[in-house]
Nanobody, 121 residues
Framework: QVQLVESGGGLVQAGGSLRLSCAAS????????MGWFRQAPGKEREFVGS????????SYADSVKGRFTISRDNAKNTVYLQMNSLKREDTAVYYC??????????????WGQGTQVTVSS
């Protein structure tokens, strides 16, 4: 069993940056590919990006490509989502998930509770 806890969310102005963290407990994350998803008010949860277990391979949704970067520190059992050039449409609850690599939620076994990111104009 893996427990995931996101942190780092908050209120930021458009054009600003935030770094989200996803800390794991229970088992080491080094065996798991990891993903980030988000859910905006009134919308379905959507894929943001993912990173392979070894951190070499990453994938991003077109909407965040070039602005967001996923990284991981397996020694710290933590995965990060660096978000730059934030836009109002990035406002959402952000979730990390373990066990998958693609855009389908069904691939992921474990989920965090989410952290709110609000981008103001």
């Amino acid at each position: 069993q893996v427990q995931l806890v996101e942190s780092g969310g908050g209120l930021v102005q458009a054009g600003g940056s935030l770094r989200l963290s996803c800390a794991a407990s229970g088992r080491t994350l080094s065996s798991y590919a990891m993903g980030w998803f988000r859910q905006a008010p009134g919308k379905e949860r959507e894929f943001v990006g993912s990173i392979s277990a070894d951190g070499i391979w990453t994938s991003y949704a077109d909407s965040v490509k070039g602005r967001f970067t996923i990284s991981r520190d397996n020694a710290k059992n933590t995965v990060y989502l660096q978000m730059n050039s934030l836009k109002r449409e990035d406002t959402a609850v952000y979730y990390c998930a373990a066990g998958g690599l693609g855009p389908s939620e069904k691939e992921y076994q474990y989920w965090g509770q989410g952290t709110q990111v609000t981008v103001s104009s």
